[in-house]
């Protein structure tokens, strides 16, 4: 048994974007068991431009006996597709690069894989002379087919699960953005209304109150050296009608700031609260961006999975496939849906 060779060579390329292109080429360089080294198809869109040739999937034996390859012969047999034994795909998102240099090693081996089972094990012609098999024999072909069988139902179901758990991966994926989106439209509005607009507010509301309650202390100094009589905070001291008005005047500053002492604690309790919701959202934008990172792997590894699913789905079909075959081969009248 001899091993296909593949290369792989994994580049990146720099756009003039400034952003990067995460490219994977697989070559193959040694065909080993398989007929011919071209196991890549590729649907031919546009025979004048080769630039828009589409790779569709790995090659199965039938398509490794069947499909011309090359594109000249394929387009010569007005052929849609072709093989080759070259592959370069690209990607936007090193994470899903990084999951499909996998990817698509896995769906090389199933497609070798496939290529072995079906020259070693099922290909070819014999004469038979009948009747022939025993019984048992029947038996146990009846009975290959049905494991081949239960193991695509369980692919056909794994590959569900995984369809709907990259569903849920991408949705969870945005909804973090989403939220994430949230966070920083917060976090702006409190950096700019708390640490600069109210900061600023509150630090020259509490200087002119204490310039005030300076002022205050030197006015009534004043008014005992002017008018001889000691400031009181209510009625009268019997001066003159200019003093009684000046007197009156400074009881009014003095209830003013008193009234302003009074309400002073809603401006700390508001600073208290500004501030605590600053930090708030400050530390709920931080750790939402850990959310999204996790969540973009988590849909990456999914989008891996689902690939990886619907090779072990095709794997199965193929064997499947040819557990039947082998039955129909030694019982034609065999009901598939009996099993």
């Known amino acids: 048994m001899l091993d296909t060779r593949v290369q792989f060579d994994r580049t990146t390329i720099a756009l003039p974007d400034g952003t990067n292109v995460y490219q994977i080429d697989a070559a193959v360089i040694d065909k080993g068991d398989l007929p011919h080294a071209n196991i890549f198809v590729y649907q031919i869109l546009d025979e004048l431009d080769t630039t828009r040739d589409t790779f569709v999937r790995l090659g199965n034996p039938y398509d490794l006996e069947n499909i011309d390859t090359t594109r000249a012969v394929a387009i010569a047999d007005d052929q849609e597709f072709f093989l080759a034994s070259t592959l370069q795909v690209r990607y936007t998102d090193l994470n899903t690069a990084v999951q499909a240099k996998d990817a698509v090693r896995s769906r090389i081996d199933n497609s070798v894989n496939a290529w072995r089972t079906y020259s070693v094990d099922f290909s070819g012609s014999d004469t038979v002379n009948h009747p022939t098999a025993e ?6 072909l009846k009975d290959d087919y049905e494991t081949a069988k239960d193991a695509r139902v369980a692919a056909d179901v794994d590959l569900a699960a995984a369809d709907l758990a990259l569903t849920l991966a991408q949705d969870a994926a945005q909804d973090a953005v989403t939220l994430g ?3 920083k439209r917060d976090l702006d509005f409190t950096s700019q ?5 109210w900061a600023n507010y509150f630090l020259a509301e509490n200087t002119f109150f204490t310039n005030m309650t300076d002022r ?3 006015f009534t100094d004043d008014f005992l050296q002017v008018t001889g009589y000691n400031y009181v905070s209510t009625g009268t001291v019997g001066g003159t009608p200019a003093e009684e008005a000046w007197l009156y005047h400074l009881q009014t500053m003095e209830a003013n700031l008193k009234a302003r002492t009074l309400a002073a604690y809603n401006g700390t309790s508001l600073d208290a609260a500004f501030l605590a919701f600053h930090l708030s959202v400050g530390g709920y934008y931080t750790s939402q961006q850990g959310v999204i990172a996790t969540a973009n792997v988590t849909a990456a590894n999914a989008v891996t999975a689902k690939k990886e699913a619907e090779a ?9 496939d040819a557990a039947l075959a082998a039955v129909l081969a030694v019982c034609p009248d065999f009901d598939p849906s009996s099993v």
Request: hydrophobic content about 40%; charged content about 15%.
């Open 216 to 218: 205050f202390g030197e």
């Open 312 to 320: 072990s789905l095709a794997s199965a079909q193929l064997a499947e």
């Open 181 to 183: 989106d949230v966070y």
């Open 193 to 197: 209304s708390y640490v600069i607009y």
């Open 135 to 140: 019984a048992t024999y029947e038996q146990q």
